[in-house]
């Protein structure tokens, strides 16, 4: 039997990223293309383990729950995290009603932007501290055994030991924005009035989301049966663990828990996405045409066997994520230019990308 070719597993990406292009086009024009493009390449980086952890699931699941998990999976996945999720943010911001902020965001989304705008400082605080959660855990990870940035996360990992220094960090940052808190910001061309709180508890919210995501998975990540962890596992023997749970052996139990991690990885890209673009549209078709292509990769994955093969691909976007973080928290008060945030966005991750290529052919010639 001839061999699925690896293009034809991407032909929905394709399909979903040209008809993007075309929309963003006119909708933006060439800004909007650029900054679909660049959620597109962030959310497939970011969400390059979810793929990974996927596969592995994937392969315990029967055949029809496969095809579910690209059909129903999707749906929820483009117009569920990448639609709702924002609006969400602006209802909570804003004292509109969800209804309201929901027909904002399609109909009139000139004003929406100036209702986010607005806002823009809660949603930089609590975005910005929530991916700097999801950096910090990278960094001080004791199981990681391969580093990228060895003089930096080497030693990170070694000091993990010490305590929970992402608490300790992400609290210190919090406790210094909080005691040095202007209480006027700049918005575009108007100085506004605000209260610290509304930069304080953005910020503690964003924690707590991180702290809740990761209960999340701590509970359905327990079978039921002892698993105690040491610093020699690796990480694929616990997303190997994981896939080999009760919970992922029946299909809709897997679809369920597939999804409920899919959306926990997509809020980094989701929360990141406002420092690319603050437009409901734009957001939802960048991010969307990336939730597409991980699906696709993780059937790849699942149809050829294939694990991780640039090893340093995460790292990349880990660290994207930490800069992004960086640039929220700086436009709590003050802009950034689109093309740094961008360059945040993107460098790290070609970085990452051309020395695993290195790395894999200097593997090739030692055998």
């Not at 800004?31 to 493009?37: I, P, W, Y």
């Not at 579910?68 to 483009?78: E, H, N, S």
Request: net charge negative; aromatic share 12%; proline share 2%.
């Amino acid at each position: 039997m001839k061999q699925k070719s690896t293009l034809s597993y991407f032909n929905t990406f394709f399909l979903f990223f040209a008809i993007s292009v075309v929309i963003e086009l006119f909708y933006m024009g060439i800004l909007g293309v650029v900054q679909g493009t660049t959620l597109t390449i962030l959310e497939l980086s970011l969400s390059f383990d979810n793929a990974v952890i996927n596969a592995l699931i994937l392969v315990n699941m029967p055949p029809i729950w496969r095809r579910r998990f690209l059909t129903w999976g999707m749906l929820i996945a483009v117009f569920g995290v990448r639609l709702v999720f924002p609006i969400l943010i602006v209802f909570a911001t804003t004292e509109l009603s969800f209804v309201e902020s929901f027909t904002l965001a399609i109909n009139n989304p000139a004003e929406y932007e100036k209702i986010i705008t607005a806002s823009h400082h809660i949603v930089m605080a609590f975005g910005g501290v929530f991916l700097l959660m999801i950096f910090l855990s990278f960094l001080f990870n004791e199981n990681k055994d391969v580093h990228w940035i060895a003089i930096i996360e080497k030693y990170a990992s070694r000091w993990s030991n010490i305590g929970n220094l992402k608490m300790l960090i992400a609290i210190f940052i919090v406790a210094v924005i909080g005691f040095y808190a202007p209480s006027e910001i700049m918005i575009v061309d108007v100085v506004k009035k605000i209260d610290k709180s509304e930069i304080i508890l953005p910020m503690i919210y964003g924690i707590l989301l991180y702290l809740c995501i990761e209960f999340l998975r701590g509970i359905l990540e327990d079978d039921g049966t002892k698993h105690e962890t040491n610093s020699m596992e690796t990480e694929r023997e616990k997303i190997e663990h994981v896939a080999n749970s009760k919970l992922a052996k029946g299909g809709f139990a897997s679809f369920v828990y597939l999804e409920l991690i899919d959306m926990s990885f997509s809020f980094d890209g989701v929360l990141g996405a406002f420092a690319v673009s603050q437009n409901i549209v734009i957001i939802m078709l960048g991010l969307g045409a990336g939730a597409f292509a991980v699906r696709n990769l993780t059937i790849l994955m699942v149809d050829r066997g294939m694990v991780a093969e640039y090893r340093y691909l995460e790292h990349g976007a880990m660290w994207s994520v930490g800069f992004l973080a960086i640039s929220m928290i700086v436009q709590i008060f003050m802009h950034l230019p689109h093309a740094l945030i961008i360059a945040f966005a993107i460098i790290p991750i070609a970085i990452a990308f051309i020395h695993s290529v290195r790395e894999n052919k200097l593997d090739n010639l030692k055998i």
